[in-house]
């Protein structure tokens, strides 16, 4: 995870709840005992899968806690997001170390309208400037864009530092309008968010977690997964879910008394949708409650297997997030705005991709073990192409998304519905900084580029929708590895996360 820097980082997070609260509730939530059973099933939990989520009521004003990334200049990773669809506004409010209020102070404000795409587009005109100050915006911050699934949560690349080049500062946003209270067992999948920091090792690309609750008292019972390697030891903690100033949220560990190093503050969506934010400073050693030692998003776990074929067949809106990807360029391309399931194989769009891939399984570099299954989704960024001056822009008004990438899911796991852990992912030769103009040659070989690495990836459905997070690590054989500016294949952890279009 990206390390906050500059003025705009956080408070130490446990001051945002309610200490009455959590001292109230701290004898319930500790005589929860923590020794819970393990299902076979990873995340069926003591034999039981997901209870069927019902959706809120639709509302014209939405509330969710933001998280799990932080970046420079700006921290989105414990702040709170409202989106005033009657309004078309956009407020984002957190917690600074630069005041000493303990009330949020609100560091992202403007408006937004509906792209043909789908996308929102946004507009700032309350936002981070160039020397990390919050300020007025003039002229306004133009180029964030946010998907939302209304009333569950959303995506967004907001934007931070101002100036002629701001960058994006990543979102991702669940429902914090209330506590979980759990009746039955309910199942989560999860992908944990890359770290840059951690090339080498990983102890959790994704995984499941059980939770249940009693009171104030929320049980997770976690089974962290590494791609690749061999099921590592799960666990079982307990935290404490609170009315904060940020929304209903859960934190981890119960001791309110943790701080900014070590305290993961979580929201658990009445939707689905679950968003963890911890930024485990350097001198801290919680892997959190989930296992990697970094935030995560997740989506209750299908009470059954998920039908592939439709899966593959709709259509996707979101972000490719890729934090080392830092190639030079008028825009910023760690984090794109990305389309997937408007082309095909067969597409005319593709053709570049589909070549380059070719020529790399078995001949040229050799870095693509096969080509794409049948349960693959085509797609990629928005005129991305540095070489032509172009941004990253999904308004549709410059035509469809490109065709640079492919997430082959790979088969389902017979004891875990929506769990793919033999995915693929797959980047061609006109991925970005490089276009069909001006393709990636390999700097080893000289000769046209692609390569392809493994992933995970888990999908539940969320108000009808489906959602697909991806997961790809550095630490994997084959590594995770996109281009830089000399053709080099750079490893870097790389994360792609979709919500199904409606339309």
């Known amino acids: 995870m990206l390390t906050a820097r500059g003025p705009v980082t956080f408070r130490r997070m446990f001051e945002i709840i309610r200490s009455s609260q959590v001292q109230g509730r701290r004898k319930n939530c500790l005589a929860i005992l923590l020794s819970l059973c393990f299902a076979v099933s990873f995340v069926n939990g003591c034999g039981q899968t997901a209870r069927t989520v019902t959706s809120p009521a639709s509302s014209l004003v939405d509330s969710y806690f933001g998280g799990p990334f932080s970046v420079a200049g700006s921290d ?15 407020n984002v409010a957190a917690f600074i170390s630069t005041q000493t209020a303990r009330v949020p102070t609100d560091i992202i404000g403007g408006s937004f309208s509906t792209a043909d795409t789908g996308f929102l587009n946004i507009t700032e005109t309350f936002a981070t400037n160039s020397s990390g100050v919050i300020s007025p915006q003039n002229p306004p911050l133009t180029g964030a864009w946010a998907v939302e699934i209304p009333g569950a949560g959303a995506l967004a690349n907001l934007l931070s530092g101002g100036g002629s080049s701001p ?6 946003m669940a429902e914090n309008t209330a506590c979980p209270s759990f009746s039955d067992l309910t199942s989560y999948l999860y992908v944990a968010v890359p770290d840059p920091a951690k090339l080498t090792s990983d102890t959790a690309d994704y995984g499941g977690v059980t939770l249940s609750s009693q009171g104030s008292a929320i049980t997770f019972r976690t089974q962290p997964l590494v791609i690749g390697v061999p099921r590592p030891q799960g666990f079982n903690v307990t935290a404490a879910c609170s009315l904060t100033n940020l929304g209903a949220l859960t934190a981890f560990p119960l001791n309110s008394s943790g701080t900014a190093s070590n305290l993961e503050l979580i929201s658990i969506g009445r939707s689905g949708l679950l968003v963890s934010s911890f930024n485990r400073g350097a001198s801290g050693t ?26 593959v067949s709709a259509h996707y809106n979101g972000f490719m997030y890729s934090p080392l990807n830092r190639v030079p360029a008028n825009y910023d391309i760690t984090v794109l705005a990305s389309a997937f399931g408007d082309h095909s194989a067969s597409s005319n769009a593709c053709s570049a991709l589909q070549t380059s891939l070719a020529a790399n399984n078995g001949q040229g570099a050799g870095t693509v073990a096969a080509l794409p299954s049948s349960n693959s989704l085509y797609g990629g960024e928005f005129l991305s192409t540095a070489a032509s001056g172009a941004v990253n822009d999904p308004s549709g008004t410059n035509g469809s998304e490109n065709c640079d990438v492919v997430i082959d899911l790979g088969i389902q796991d017979p004891t875990a519905d929506g769990v793919f852990p033999n995915a693929t992912v797959f980047v061609g030769s006109n991925f970005p900084p490089f276009s069909i103009a001006n393709p990636w040659l390999c700097s080893d070989t000289g000769s046209i580029c692609a390569v392809s690495f493994p992933a995970a990836a888990v999908v539940g459905q969320v108000q009808g929708q489906f959602v697909i997070f991806v997961a790809a690590s550095a630490s994997s054989i084959p590594s995770a590895r996109l281009p830089d500016n000399f053709g080099n294949r750079q490893a870097q952890p790389v994360g792609i996360y979709l919500f199904q279009k409606t339309q």
């Open 76 to 90: 989105l990773a414990k702040s709170n997001a409202t989106f005033d669809h009657a309004g078309k506004q956009i």
């Open 167 to 172: 960058h994006a500062a990543p979102a991702a």
């Open 286 to 311: 919680s892997l959190g409650a989930f296992g990697g030692g970094t935030g995560v998003l997740g989506v209750v776990q299908p009470a059954g297997p998920v039908d592939v074929n439709a899966v």
